[in-house]
């Protein structure tokens, strides 16, 4: 079976000095100023700052004061393709990728129609190779049409390249189904991730059920609608020795029975997402369509229990969920409104300011954290080593911006941090060894 | 006051003033001819998503006797069956410049929301399950007359208060106002945290007599399809307000449309204690003092909001 590996558009490799950066990479224990040299894509000296010519050919950049990080991995975004490219298409989210400074992103496959057979996928990878201007993965359905009733031809789907399997946007509500599915990972391999959901206790709910959701008469989802699913797969997980990773985690009690399956030695993993980090139902109090989104925002209690898990590494990474609508989608009544939230170009900055600022996480945990998502499908980690790929991307943690300020790269404004003082801009990214992304104002040094 | 969007907005002085005002416009009501001239060459839009007969008409009237000119839009068999959004209908309507829009909608935030859209003055006239805050300011007003004043009192709200609008506008107004609010009903019925408002909780009326004014809520049939209760009979027996339990010096309150042996017994309708049919004349004062509120003086020079309540220009 062929390894499944990331898409992307044409490159050509980086030839850039980047000088006096301060390079932050927890993986390989860096964390001092260098000049980074990055020939034919690939990080090729890592030298004391002031040290290093700049090559013929090649661009240089003035990098004092700034950071330069692994680029960002986020494994879990909507890129709306096929069928529904008023939201999102390929290139429009991989810029916002790109912007966000993520060097790879995976994709999900509840688009129209459902990715859940080998022609689509191939099909869709084919035109990532042409537009993703950030390498991009495919995860395929794991029930045929979303349905929860037939699984997908799995195996033939792995043979197509796809990462791993997910229904998300909706659960796997018969736990029969998920078993099927758990032991079909045995043939085919790949990750089994989950958006965790009890249908029949969510219902027609459209924010988390507490005090805020009574106070607007707005249908409530309990948080135990997402926990008692995360127990009860992490069980099955357990019974049938397969691998399954918990998607967008919102709530206390989720990441409890995800530690606990963890001290018991189930292979699961989790993510959580920035809005669930920083943000709790009392957003949601004057009904702003952009704080709607599922799972919903949650207590602080709950908030406080996510930040806490993602310290510790109970929660393995972030992811964004990225899930763009368009504009009139979103600019309708709450109860109307889909759910979702944009995430990829505020996700760091967001995170930074609400997290590293206040004391809450270290710097090098949240870098860690926002590129652990690729080893969860067994891709390489971003790691800044002599000799591997550029995947970089260059951050002013000092600049202070108002997110979606100057407009976004993701065709969708529906973001929950719009309008949001937040400090650290990214300013250049590259992914596989190519510029993806060069911050408009940036002024380059040239040769 | 721009709007009237969420109870929530008025604090109690706010309250009084409106109320104030809708007792002078109860005189005009005894009236032979029922009408001032206060609103003359104003336009309020009733734009109703909902059927809704009591609640439009009784806006209408009110507009009508502040000599205001009336459009009624209903969603069914308009522009948004085929397919417009509620933001274009408003911006649609808004050309013909309204200077109310009383708008009722099975949306929760629709009527905040649509004040963002257009110039016009909000009323909101039900937002989904979240709130109806004339009806509050109504109740207010009918309590006021009939017992003098709120403060100090115990209100018990009964029956289905997880889907009922007037139920969470109740619940703030009335204790803006001075009273200890009760909320009570079965427990698939009754919000969980709903106590953030400030009420109590109860899954039993073992203890009503303790109520000065029970406020009976409707109870709706498609409740029942829905499986909140197993039963209307053994709502009825569990919750119902009939002779039994209904005192004599307590108030009877509802919001209307009542359901006759469900939420309240036959006697209990016509008891002495039911206050029911002034609720729905009140509806027609307090909707007056509202538009009056928002409307009079609009464009001109207006009276500081804590200032003295303007006398309004009688015919």
Redesign the interface.
Known sequence: MPAAALVHGPYSPAELLLRDVHVRDPRAELDARRDVLVRGGEIAELAEPGTLAQPEGAEAIEGEGKHLLPAFFDPHVHLRTPGQEHKEDLHSGTRAAAAGGFGGVVAMPNTDPVIDSPALLGSLRDVASREAVVPVGFLAAITRGLGGEELTEMAQLRDAGALGFTDDGLPVASAGMLRKALQYQRLCGGVISLHEEDPTLSGAGCMR???V????????I?SVSESTMVARDAELAAYENARVHFQHLSCAASVEALAHAKERGVKVSGEVTPHHLLLTDEHVR??DTRMKMNPPLGSEEDRRALIEALRAGVVDCVATDHAPHAR?EK??????APMGTTGLETAFPALYTGLVLTGALDLGTLVARMTAGAALYGLPTPTIALGRPANLTLIDLDAELIAGERGWESRSENCCFAGRPLRGRVLLTLAAGAIVYRERVFSVVAA | MNHLLSVEDLDRQAIERIVAQAARFAEVSDREIKKVPALRGRMVLNLFYEASTRTRSSFELAAKRLSADVVNFAASGSSVEKGESLKDTVLTLSAHKPDAIVLRTPWAGAAELVSRWCSAAIVNAGDGKHEHPTQALLDVYTLRRRLGGIDGLSIWIVGDVAHSRVARSNIIAFQRMGAKVTVAGPPTLIPREIEALGCEVRYTLDDLASADVVYALRMQRERMSEKWVPSLREYAAWYQINGRRLGPRQVLMHPGPVNRGVELSGEAVDSPQAVIAAQVEAGVVVRMAVLYELLAGRHAARAPLDGPVPEPQLA
């Open positions: 059920e507490g005090p959701s009574a106070a607007l008469g707005v249908a409530g309990p004057d009904l009139e600019e309708v009544p709450f109860e109307q």
